[in-house]
């Protein structure tokens, strides 16, 4: 049942981008039109989410002051979390069904895209400038590009330089000391777990771009981009400016 | 902990492992990825009552929590 389901899903798309290339001739321009029109549908929920995010990532302070407050009692919490989220007006778009709708759409996208690149040929012209869209890229050019701007992405996305408020560790009492210390070093661990990730990922996605066929590549670097404009628009440069700001700092320290 | 608790714990840890390069999979393609809005975050949460009420009541406590939220 959940296989004809997915089919369903699947089909519609792949006759989308079939129909789309009947115009365009090219799959190269096929998939860039497919991913620009998939992500501007999909732009006011991403646009509503962020937002969202943007203001919980506001209210932090306020967050952990009712952690503290209600230590004790995990019901408690949850029940003045929920009043808060409703006060400040945050939008529910945020929870794990969304996130179970998004994993679902990144399947079926990437389904629907390679059915049609595994059918290569037969379905239309598959050269785009140097690539063969049905087979990877032998130049690398794609895997790189798609490595540098997931990195760009994610420098603006993820809090990195930006510093975190720990628990002021004002306390004179001992056992409160070394709580603030363990929480102190718990915090600390998941900031350099996050910018491992800021690292080793685009890494990875640069190895995979290697891998799949490069239509697949083409498709992942669009969104990006994409994502690029869609996190700019919406929150600025983010920590990518303090980067930038570093990275200036030393071209002009080298030339000295 | 009793043996079950450490396996129980560990399966949350390996499910957090794998979350984590698809969420940020997801943050790539669609420029943001969907986060949980509750704080202990569900598998937190059940590590936490695992511990506290050992394997079959924790679990319990944990996937009725993942269940209510909406």
Request: glycine residues 6%.
């Amino acid at each position: 049942m959940f296989g004809s389901f997915f089919e369903a899903v699947v089909h519609p798309l792949v006759s989308l981008l079939l129909t789309m290339n009947a115009f365009t001739h090219s799959f190269g321009v096929s998939i860039f039109l497919f991913t620009l029109l998939m992500r501007s549908l999909l732009l006011p929920l991403s646009i509503q989410g962020m937002k969202s995010q943007k203001k919980m990532q506001l209210l932090k302070p306020k967050l952990d002051e009712l952690k503290k407050k209600f230590a004790k009692e995990p019901t408690k919490l949850q029940q003045a979390q929920a009043e808060l989220y409703k006060k400040e007006g945050i939008n529910p778009v945020s929870g794990c069904i969304p996130y179970l709708a998004q994993f679902f759409i990144l399947i079926v996208l990437y389904q629907a895209l390679d059915i049609v690149l595994k059918a290569g040929d037969q379905v239309g012209v598959m050269q785009f400038f140097w690539m063969n869209l049905s087979k990877p890229d032998q130049y690398f050019v794609l895997p790189v590009i798609a490595g540098v701007s997931q990195f760009i992405l994610s420098v603006m996305i993820l809090p990195g330089a930006e510093k975190h408020d720990l628990i002021p560790n004002a306390s004179k009492v001992k056992k409160v000391k070394q709580e603030n210390k363990k929480e102190d070093d718990m915090l600390e661990m998941a900031e350099t777990m996050q910018k491992q990730m800021i690292f080793t990922m685009p890494i990875i996605t640069g190895i995979m771009a290697m891998k799949f066929p490069s239509g697949l590549a083409w498709y992942w670097v669009v969104s990006t981009l994409y994502s690029i404009a869609q996190q700019w628009y919406v929150s600025g440069p983010g920590a990518l400016s303090e980067y930038a700001r570093k990275v200036r700092a030393f071209i002009t320290r080298a030339e000295k | 902990m009793s043996i079950f608790q450490y396996i129980a714990i560990g399966g949350i840890w390996v499910y957090r492992g794998v979350n984590k390069p698809i969420s940020f999979l997801i943050s790539t393609i669609f420029g943001y990825a969907s986060a949980c809005k509750h704080s202990p975050t569900c598998s937190e949460y059940a590590i936490f009552a695992i511990q506290k009420y050992g394997t079959m009541r924790g679990l319990f406590y944990g996937i009725r929590r993942l269940i209510q939220c909406w």
